[in-house]
C-alpha cells in the first residue's frame, strides 16, 4: 500500500504507542530509576515490537524504509562517538562561566562543520572535565544540548540532518548561510547570553556555600590535543554523508574500526571514553523508530488538514512537531505541504519566508526534548556515564520551555 494512502486509512489510536513510549521515557526513570536501568531494552521492545510487527505484515515497504534509516542513523551517530572519543583536548581549563560560554559558542561555529552531533561529540568530554569541580553543574550541559547539538547547526546543509536534506532535494548548499546567519545569531546569542547570567548566578552560590570551584595546584598545564589524526577520520564521515547507500556507511564503519585500532587506550581511557552511552541510544531509538511510523505516515497523508499557511505557522508547527518526532521527515513533509501552495516559488517551490520558517523550526525545536534530535540524548547518556545528575526528561522540557520558547517566541516576532 502507497504511504500516502495507508497514512490516510491508519486510526489515530495508531499513535498511541509512540505516546507510551515518549512516557516511558519520561516517567519510569522518575518512578523507578532501578527499574528503568536494567529494563529499558524491555520497555523499547514491548512498544516498538508490536508496531514493527504489523507493518510488517501490512506495509513492509515503510518498514524497511524506518529500518535503513535507523542502520543509517546509528552508524553515523556511532562513528561520530567512536571516532570523537579518540581526540582528547589537555590542558588546564577551569569551568567558570566566560570559558563554559566559550565552550558553547565555538560549538555553535563548529556545529556547521562536523554537525551538531559531531561538534556534540567532540566538545563534551572536555567540557565535562573542565567542569569536575563544580557542584551544581547540570544545567551547563542543558545549554550545550540547546546550543551546540541543535541551534548552533543551522548555517549549512551539514550542520542539521533536515538541511541536508533540503540540500538533496534542490535547496542550494550556501542558502542556508546567506538566509538564516540572522536567526543563528540572534537565537545562539540570546541563548549563550541567558547561560552566562544563569551559570554565573549558580557559580556564586557555590562560593557562598563554600563549594566553589576548587583552582587546584601546581602549574596551568598548557593545551594540547592527542589523538588529533582523528580529526581526518571525521573529515571521512563527514564525506561519507554525500554518498549514497551503502557506500556511505560502509565508509563510515571502516572510519570507525581505523579509529578504535589505531588510536593507543590511553586516550580512550583519560576520556573515560566507554560504549554504554551508544548502546543506550541504539536500543531506545529502535523503539522510537519503529512506534513513530504511524504518525509520521498520518502526518504525511493530513498535514494539509492543519491550516499551515504562514511562516510563523510553518516555523512553531514543524518546530513543534521535531521536539519529538524525528526533525528530517518533518522538515521534508511540511516542505512537499509548501510546495503545494500557491504564492511565489523562490527556492524549490517554496517561498523563501516560508523555507526560512521550515529550517529554523525544524533545527531549532529540536532542543525543546531530549528525542528532539540525534545528538541530545546522547550528550544526557555520556555526562550521566560521567557522574552528573542530568534532568528527567520532564524536568529537561522545563528548562526548555522556561528558556527556549521565550527566545524562539522572539525570533518569530523578529524575522517570521
Not at 489510536?13 to 529494563?39: C, E, K, N
Not at 551538531?116 to 557542584?135: D, E, Q, S, V, W
Not at 564521515?237 to 547507500?245: D, E, H, Q, R
Request: charged share 10%; glycine share 10%; with cysteine.
Amino acid at each position: 500500500m502507497e504511504s500516502h494512502a495507508l497514512g490516510n486509512t491508519l486510526p489515530l489510536w495508531s499513535v498511541l504507542p509512540f505516546a507510551g513510549m515518549l512516557l516511558g521515557i519520561a516517567l519510569f526513570p522518575l518512578i523507578s530509576p532501578d527499574f528503568w536501568a536494567r529494563h529499558f531494552g524491555k520497555v523499547s521492545l514491548a512498544f516498538g515490537a508490536p508496531v514493527a510487527a504489523y507493518f510488517f505484515f501490512e506495509a513492509p515497504r515503510e518498514l524497511l524504509h524506518t529500518g535503513l534509516e535507523y542502520v543509517s542513523f546509528i552508524i553515523l551517530l556511532g562513528a561520530l562517538f567512536t571516532i570523537s572519543g579518540g581526540i582528547l583536548l589537555k590542558g588546564t581549563m577551569r569551568g567558570r562561566p566566560a570559558v563554559n560560554c566559550a565552550f558553547l559558542g565555538v560549538g555553535a561555529v563548529i556545529a556547521n562543520l562536523l554537525g551538531t552531533t559531531g561538534a556534540a561529540m567532540l566538545l563534551i568530554r572536555p567540557l565535562l572535565r573542565a567542569n569536575a569541580h563544580r557542584k551544581k553543574k547540570s544545567h551547563v550541559f542543558i545549554f550545550f544540548i540547546f546550543v551546540v547539538a541543535n541551534i548552533g547547526g543551522s548555517l549549512t546543509p551539514i550542520g542539521d540532518p533536515p538541511l541536508f536534506l533540503g540540500y538533496l532535494k534542490g535547496v542550494p548548499f550556501f542558502w542556508t548561510l546567506k538566509n538564516l546567519w540572522y536567526f543563528w545569531l540572534l537565537a545562539n546569542s540570546l541563548v549563550i547570553g541567558v547561560f552566562y547570567l544563569f551559570d554565573r548566578r549558580a557559580l556564586r552560590a557555590e562560593e557562598a556555600e563554600g563549594e566553589g570551584i576548587d583552582e587546584g595546584v601546581g602549574a596551568r598545564v598548557p593545551l594540547s590535543l592527542e589523538g588529533a589524526w582523528n580529526f581526518l577520520l571525521l573529515g571521512v564521515v563527514i564525506f561519507a554523508v554525500f554518498l549514497p547507500t551503502p557506500w556511505r556507511e560502509v565508509l563510515m564503519v571502516a572510519a570507525s574500526a581505523v579509529s578504535v585500532w589505531k588510536t593507543p587506550k590511553p586516550i580512550r581511557e583519560k576520556n573515560e571514553f566507554t560504549w554504554h552511552p551508544i548502546e543506550e541510544v541504539a536500543i531506545l531509538f529502535a523503539g522510537i523508530f519503529a512506534t513513530m511510523i504511524p504518525a509520521l505516515l498520518i502526518l504525511k497523508a493530513r498535514g494539509g488538514e492543519l491550516g499551515v499557511t504562514q511562516p510563523w505557522h510553518f516555523f512553531w508547527v514543524t518546530g513543534s512537531l521535531s521536539s519529538f518526532l524525528d526533525n528530517a521527515p518533518t522538515y521534508l513533509t511540511f516542505l512537499s505541504l509548501a510546495q503545494g501552495l500557491s504564492g511565489p516559488a523562490d527556492v524549490v517551490g517554496v517561498s523563501a519566508p516560508i523555507l526560512k520558517g521550515i529550517s529554523t523550526g525544524a533545527v531549532f525545536m529540536g532542543a525543546n526534548s531530549y528525542i528532539g534530535n540525534a545528538p541530545n540524548f546522547m550528550v544526557k547518556s555520556i555526562v550521566e556515564s560521567a557522574g552528573v545528575r542530568m534532568p528527567s526528561f520532564l524536568g529537561y522540557m522545563a528548562y526548555s520551555a522556561a528558556v527556549l520558547l521565550p527566545i524562539f517566541a522572539l525570533v518569530t516576532w523578529v524575522f517570521l
